[in-house]
């Protein structure tokens, strides 16, 4: 018999943790995988609209990491799981870094904020980066309120941002779309 998706049990606006917690939706620990999640998403998105303009196989081994980072937000940090939950390793980090280095070797150097935009699969990129911000903030909002929170998995988040403000250029590089410099307007009086 196959499994229902709806089990009713948050109807009420309480959920579970890995390791069986029960825990108001609005809980910092909710808010932050949930906002991974988003991201997970998004990637997916930004995913199908780069194939055949880029390789996309570190945007999936992106989307299998953060489902790694959401399983460790999940967890009730007090209680043992009987499920065995990923790693995130500093090898991950060092793939976004390496990444990042080979993209920026055919970059333009930045010598101003640029706008973001300029083709659709640029913006959604730069989407993706702003919900990849949001959910680092998240973590740190869960850390900051006295939550276990790996370290490691704020500095992925924080590196994964990099990767995609990275990512958007290069893909405005390949789509031949010029970057808009962002010209701060001073009103000098």
Same mark, same amino acid.
């Given at each position: ?60 081994? *992106? ?13 009730? =940090? ?27 070797? $055919? ?8 706008? =973001? ?13 702003? *919900?990849? /911000? ?17 370290? *490691? ?26 970057? $808009?410099?962002?010209?701060? /307007?001073?009103? /000098?009086?």
């Amino acid at each position: 018999m196959a499994f229902k998706i709806y089990t009713k049990t948050g109807d009420k606006g309480t959920t579970s943790l890995i390791g069986g917690t029960k825990v108001s939706k609005a809980h910092f620990r909710i808010e932050a995988y949930g906002t991974v999640d988003e991201l997970n998403s998004y990637i997916g998105l930004c995913k199908d609209l780069l194939d055949g303009i880029t390789a996309t196989d570190v945007l999936q081994e *992106i989307q299998d990491r953060l489902f790694t980072v959401g399983s460790s937000l999940a967890c009730d =940090p007090e209680k043992e799981t009987k499920m065995k939950i990923p790693d995130l390793k500093e090898e991950d980090i060092t793939l976004l870094e390496k990444e990042m280095d080979k993209m920026d070797e $055919t970059l333009p150097v930045m010598k101003s904020f640029i706008l =973001p935009g300029g083709h659709p699969t640029v913006s959604q990129l730069h989407v993706a980066r702003c *919900i990849c /911000r949001r959910a680092e903030r998240a973590c740190v909002r869960l850390q900051a309120a006295g939550e276990e929170v790996d370290q *490691i998995v704020i500095k992925y988040i924080n590196r994964l941002s990099d990767y995609l403000f990275t990512l958007a250029r290069f893909a405005a590089h390949l789509l031949q779309v010029p970057e $808009t410099p962002w010209r701060p /307007r001073i009103d /000098r009086g």
